[in-house]
C-alpha cells in the first residue's frame, strides 16, 4: 500500500477512508473491484449518500417561496450548500454561484449568455486540448453569430503551448475558455500566467475546472478569471447537479439564457423583469436534492484536506506511471512534465476496447475511447486509449491490479 502523504504532519489514511465508499466493498467478476475510472466520475461516501437519504426522507418540499416548515428546511439546505460551495472556491459572494446540471450545462450558459451580444467581428480562442463541452457550445455560438474560433495548439507531450496561445489572442477576442486539468491527459496547465496575460488585453476566462475542482486547491480569487465551471458528480457528489462561478459585475451585465420561473421578479404579458443574482440564472425548480449532496461531498473532502488528496494521488500516479513503462509495448500518450491524476496509454497490437473488456474481467474498471476529446485523440494518431484516472480512496493495490490484469491481457492477444 502507499505510504500515507502528509501535509503539515497529517496522515491521509487511505484504508480508513474506503470504508467510507460501499461501493469499494464488493467483488467484479469474481475480483476486488479497482475502480480507476474516476475522471468520468467518482464514488459516493456514505456521507453524501445519507445527506440525499435524509432530504428525501425528512425535508423534500420545493425552496425559496414556500412558508411551511419543509420548504424553509430545504430552502435552508440548499442555500447552505451554495454557501460551502462559495467558500469552497473562495467566491466573494454566494451570489456568484450558480447552479447547473454539470459542467458542460455551465459553459453552455456562458456561451448563450455571452453571445447575445457576439457579432462577426469577434473571436474566441480555446485549446487543442479541451473537452468536447468547451468545444461545441463555442462553434455553436460562432455558426449564430459569425464570429470566429481560433485554437491554440499542444505539443507531442501533451502540454499546451503558452506563446503561441497568447499570440492569438487580440482586441477581438471577446473571450478565452480554457481546461485547468485535460481530462484526456492530465496535463496541469499554468492558468493563472495565462489569466493574468489575458487581462492585459481585456479579454475575459472561463476555466473548465472539472477535472480540477476534486483534485486540488481551486480559489477564484487569486486565480482571477471570470468564470469557473465544475461537475459535483467528479467529486464525490451527485449526479446533475453542477456550479458556475461567475464574477459578480460580469453576471450582473449578462442577460439569463433560461426563461421561466425563479429567474424572474414580476411578468406581465407587456414585460418581465428579472431575479436578482444567482436566480437569474436559475430557471425553473432546482435540483435540490443534488445540491445538498454536493455540499456534503465539499464538507467530506475538506475534512480530509484538499492538499493531502493532491499529495496522495501525486503518490499514486507517480507509482503507477513506475509500473507502466515496465511494460514492453505500451506508451503513456501525454507526458506533461505537471500532472494531474491521469495516465492515458496504448499498448501495441491492442485496442482500448478490447483492453478494458478484459480488464473488468479483473475487476478492474477504467475508461476507454476518446474520452470526450476526439481533437487529442487525432493529434497524437490514435483512435482512442485507455485512461487510468486517481482518487484519493484508490491505494498501490489498485493499481497493482491493474498491471496484472494488463499483463493477462498482453499474453491473450499475443
Not at 473562495?90 to 455551465?106: K, L, M, P, V, Y
Not at 507531450?157 to 477576442?173: R, W
Not at 486539468?181 to 496575460?197: D, E, Q
Request: aromatic share 6%; net charge negative.
Amino acid at each position: 500500500m502507499s505510504s500515507p502523504a502528509k501535509i503539515l504532519g497529517q496522515p491521509l489514511d487511505a484504508e480508513r477512508i474506503r470504508a467510507d465508499f460501499p461501493i469499494l466493498q464488493q467483488e467484479v467478476q469474481g475480483c476486488p473491484l479497482a475502480f480507476l475510472d474516476n475522471a468520468a466520475s467518482a464514488q459516493r461516501p456514505n456521507a453524501v449518500i445519507d445527506a440525499v437519504s435524509h432530504y428525501y426522507q425528512h425535508d423534500h418540499a420545493n425552496v425559496h417561496r414556500g412558508v411551511h416548515t419543509l420548504s424553509h428546511r430545504a430552502t435552508d439546505a440548499y442555500e447552505g450548500a451554495r454557501e460551502k460551495i462559495r467558500a469552497f472556491i473562495n467566491a466573494e459572494s454566494d451570489r456568484e454561484i450558480i447552479f447547473t446540471s454539470g459542467t458542460t450545462e455551465a459553459i453552455n450558459l456562458v456561451a448563450a449568455s455571452l453571445g447575445q451580444s457576439l457579432g462577426p467581428q469577434d473571436e474566441i480562442v480555446i485549446t487543442h486540448m479541451e473537452h468536447h463541452s468547451n468545444i461545441v457550445p463555442w462553434q455553436l455560438l460562432c455558426a449564430r453569430t459569425g464570429a470566429t474560433l481560433k485554437v491554440a495548439p499542444i505539443n507531442e507531450a501533451g502540454e499546451l503551448i503558452v506563446d503561441e496561445l497568447l499570440g492569438l489572442l487580440n482586441s477581438a477576442t471577446k473571450i478565452l475558455a480554457i481546461t485547468h486539468v485535460s481530462n484526456a491527459l492530465g496535463t496541469v496547465n499554468p492558468i493563472k500566467k495565462i489569466i493574468a496575460a489575458a487581462h492585459e488585453q481585456d479579454i475575459a476566462v472561463l476555466v473548465d475546472g472539472a477535472q480540477a475542482a476534486p483534485h486540488s486547491s481551486v480559489d477564484v480569487q487569486d486565480l482571477g478569471c471570470e468564470f469557473y465551471a465544475f461537475s459535483g458528480h467528479k467529486m464525490c457528489g451527485p449526479t446533475g447537479i453542477g456550479v458556475l462561478y461567475g464574477r459578480e459585475d460580469i453576471l450582473e451585465a449578462l442577460p439569463p439564457w433560461q426563461g421561466g420561473g425563479e429567474m424572474i421578479l414580476s411578468v406581465s404579458f407587456e414585460d418581465t423583469v428579472y431575479n436578482r443574482l444567482p436566480y437569474k440564472f436559475e430557471a425553473g425548480t432546482p435540483n435540490i436534492a443534488g445540491a445538498i449532496g454536493l455540499g456534503a461531498a465539499i464538507d467530506y473532502l475538506q475534512a480530509i484536506g484538499m492538499e493531502q488528496i493532491a499529495a496522495y494521488e501525486a503518490q499514486l500516479l507517480e507509482y503507477a506511471e513506475q509500473q507502466l513503462t515496465q511494460i514492453d509495448g505500451l506508451r503513456i500518450i501525454g507526458q506533461a512534465k505537471h500532472k494531474a491524476g491521469v495516465h492515458s496509454f496504448v499498448i501495441d497490437g491492442i485496442h482500448p476496447h478490447d483492453l478494458g473488456t478484459v480488464l473488468d474481467h479483473k475487476g478492474v474498471a477504467i475508461r476507454t475511447g476518446h474520452h470526450c476529446a476526439m481533437p487529442v485523440m487525432d493529434f497524437f494518431g490514435v483512435p482512442g486509449t485507455a485512461r487510468a484516472s486517481f482518487a484519493f480512496y484508490n491505494n498501490r493495490q489498485d493499481i497493482d491490479q491493474l498491471i496484472d490484469a494488463l499483463g493477462v491481457a498482453i499474453k491473450m492477444f499475443a
